[in-house]
Structure formats: C-alpha cells, structure tokens
C-alpha cells in the first residue's frame, strides 16, 4: 500500500529521537503563520523540505529523502507556513550558544571552548525558501521571526557557517581576497577549519592573490557570493574564518558573525524592536 507524505513522515517520527522546544511564539501575516516547531512532526517536516529544494537531485544523498543530523533534535527551528495550503514554505534552524551547547560550527572549525558562548550569539544554519516563494515575503518573514527569537533569547549576535558552492581552490582564495579587500574579514577573529575540512591547495592561490584583484577577477568573485551570504554581509556580518572544504554537501563555508546592534543601522531594523544598548554588548575579544 503507497503512503501519503504525512502518513511517511508520521511512520519516520516514530524512529527518531525526542525533540523539546526551547522557547515558542507564533503569529500571523496572512496568507503566512510564524512560528517555531513544536514537535518533531514539525523537524522531519523541516528536513524534507530541505531535501526537496537541496539534494533531491543528488542520487543515493538520503533513502529516507530526509536533510537530517544530530543536531536538529538540538536545535530549535523557525517556520514560515502558508496558511491556505498548511504547506512550510521556509524554515531556519537557530539556537541560543550557552557553555553546554555544542553547536554546528565547532563540528568545521576550530573554536575554542567557551569564546563563542560568553557572546550571547544564536546560530543560525539550514536556511531554505520553497523556489516559488523566494520573491515574496517569505525571506522577510523568516528576519522577522530571527528578530523574535533574539528578543526572547535577549542574544546579541548571529553565528553560522555561510556557504559558496564552489570547492575549486583558486576559485575560493578569489572569494577570501574579495572579502579582505572589501574588509568583510574581522580583525579580532580567524578560525581555522579542522583538518578534515583543509581545502587542498587554497593556501598556494591565496599567496597568488595578495598583491589585490583586477576589477574582472572582483566581479568574478562577486558572482561566486550566493545572495544569502550578500545579505548577511550587507546587514554587517564579518567573516571569522578561514575556508572549510564540507565534502558532504558539495560546498565550502565560511564562519560569519553579526552583531544586533549592527543590524540597527541597516535595512534589518524594521524587523527588530529595538537594538541591545551598546554598553550591554560583549566584545568580540574576550579578553
């Protein structure tokens, strides 16, 4: 007997770890539904939907057409759902960093314990729009949503790992010196990726980069930049990395950091209440 999608997803739930949310809010902007998953109904909803847009193309990626990990039973994760057809139409996996959370990044880079959780930062991953709803309010929605969750977390700055879907070396060493002449590279931080994420060779093309870029090798570099990561930057987020070669995912990605109180002199601002005071921030510095 064939089974509908739900009637699958229900069969998976029963197979799959417990899933607690940490906080939840929920409201409307018809034709759309904000709101956090409640169950793990919600999370495998979550997980099939960034298997339709990302690797249902890719043979053999997951038997069970699932984008799923460790870490989504960890994680809380933001939802946009179209009201008419009850369909998740977007969805972002976010959490607030504390000094007992192991968190995404770590499992790429090599993070010190402990520097990241005394920020108060929430890391954000997985972000994934439905194609056809990408040009709507759906992108805006999710900010609105992320501005929520760092309210109701009282966090102070987005973590994540910002992906471009190059893995050639000279391509990515174009990418990284694009950021340093654009100073989108922090001058407090730059994390190595752990030795399984090396990409080979970057090091020789970032030496063949360092005296700057021709303005062809600039605009080749900025069709390399996927628009989130444009967003991101334009809203003020720094680079504090070096590149990590994720094999799995066909991608290499860079950590990227944005204070709030950054996002206030921004286009960002509308979805905020208002920003953090400045003297409550922590510094990128410890120390």
């Known amino acids: 007997m064939n089974l509908t999608i739900s009637q699958k997803i229900k069969t998976i739930c029963y197979q799959v770890p417990r899933f607690t949310p940490h906080i939840g809010f929920s409201f ?3 034709p759309y539904r904000v709101r956090l998953a409640q169950d793990k109904f919600d999370v495998i909803r979550c997980s099939a939907l960034r298997y339709h847009v990302f690797w249902e193309s890719i ?6 057409k699932l984008d799923l990990d460790f870490f989504d039973y960890q994680y809380d994760h933001l939802i946009i759902e179209h009201l008419p057809s009850s369909e998740i139409v977007g969805t972002y996996r976010l959490r607030k960093i ?5 968190f995404y990044s770590q499992t790429e880079f090599k993070i010190p314990i402990g520097l990241i959780s005394h920020l108060g930062a929430v890391e954000l991953g997985r972000a994934c729009i439905m194609p056809q709803f990408r040009k709507g309010a759906v992108l805006g929605l999710l900010w609105r949503g992320i501005a929520h969750y760092l309210t109701m977390t009282q966090s102070h700055y987005l973590l994540g790992c910002s992906s471009i879907f190059t893995t050639h070396p000279k391509d990515v060493a174009l990418v990284y010196s694009y950021f340093k002449l654009k ?4 001058s ?3 994390f190595d990726p752990k030795p399984k994420y090396y990409l080979t060779h970057f090091d020789m093309w970032e030496i063949f980069f360092k005296n700057g870029l021709t303005q062809e090798q600039m605009e080749r570099a900025e069709q390399l930049i996927p628009s989130l990561l444009k967003s991101y930057l334009k809203l003020g987020a720094q680079i504090i990395s070096r590149p990590a070669h994720d094999k799995k995912f066909r991608c290499v990605d860079f950590l990227t950091i944005a204070n709030v109180n950054d996002l206030f002199k ?22």
């Open 28 to 30: 409307e902007v018809p």
């Open 59 to 64: 043979p053999n990626f997951s038997l069970a």
């Open 98 to 102: 504390t000094p007992k959370t192991s």
């Open 183 to 186: 100073k989108h590279l922090s």
């Open 188 to 190: 407090e931080w730059q």
């Open 266 to 287: 921004t286009q960002a601002q509308r979805f905020f209440s208002r920003p953090t005071s400045d003297h409550n921030t922590p510094s990128l510095n410890p120390a």
